[in-house]
């Protein structure tokens, strides 16, 4: 709750800190998640979903400032591959479960039709091996800090979409961990997600 109350203090913090009209809505979408990390094999991506709230502030005729609020589904699979330098580890799916405040940079480029780009950070709310029923949110750093690039468009009448890929600037793994018979090694160095979502805005 308390990392819940610190994030909604931030993004309001940015909404307010900038003196221009504002425009509220909602988004939410598909992920498609996983980690990136030269040392291990077996890896693949979970499909999960984001939801939340955005404020979109114009900043120029072409250009504006979004800040997000938004939960985020994320993590891997794990086909039971070797694991470099450790020991093999058991198949399963592993479920990281963000609260993400991005601040967006964006560029209208052509009538509706926009480039974006910036920082991310990540609160992680919870963690699990899910086919094991084993939490493993000591293996995993609370924060995170990403870089988005994307594109998206809006409509006429306030609905928008979006297409975007976020890559993890931090190591997310604290471990090696050990918690027989589940057996953890350095699974992943960064997050890697690509979203695709439908927004609308209220005003």
Do not use: C, H
Not at 37 to 64: D, H, M, P, Q
Not at 135 to 158: C, R
Not at 185 to 197: D, E, H, P, R, S
């Amino acid at each position: 709750m308390k990392k819940i109350i610190l994030s909604v203090s931030i993004l309001l913090l940015a909404i307010t800190s900038i003196n221009a009209q504002a425009s509220f809505g909602i988004k939410g979408g598909v992920n498609f998640a996983s980690i990136l990390n030269e040392n291990i094999n077996g890896v693949k991506g979970r499909t999960s979903f984001n939801v939340g709230l955005v404020a979109e502030v114009e900043t120029s005729y072409s250009t504006a400032v979004q800040v997000e609020l938004l939960y985020s589904g994320q993590g891997f699979k794990y086909n039971g591959g070797g694991i470099i330098g450790g020991v093999e580890a058991l198949e399963d799916t592993y479920r990281l479960d963000y609260l993400n405040l991005p601040v967006v940079f964006k560029y209208y480029f052509k009538e509706g039709f926009s480039f974006e780009s910036g920082p991310q950070l990540g609160i992680l709310l919870s963690a699990k091996a899910v086919d094991a029923d084993v939490k493993v949110g000591d293996a995993f750093t609370d924060l995170t800090f990403d870089w988005l690039i994307g594109f998206g468009y809006k409509f006429d009448n306030g609905f928008n979409v979006n297409a975007r890929y976020t890559l993890g600037l931090t190591d997310i793994w604290k471990g090696p961990t050990v918690n027989p018979p589940y057996y953890y090694y350095n699974y992943g160095k960064v997050n890697g997600v690509f979203q695709l979502t439908l927004g609308y805005y209220f005003n």
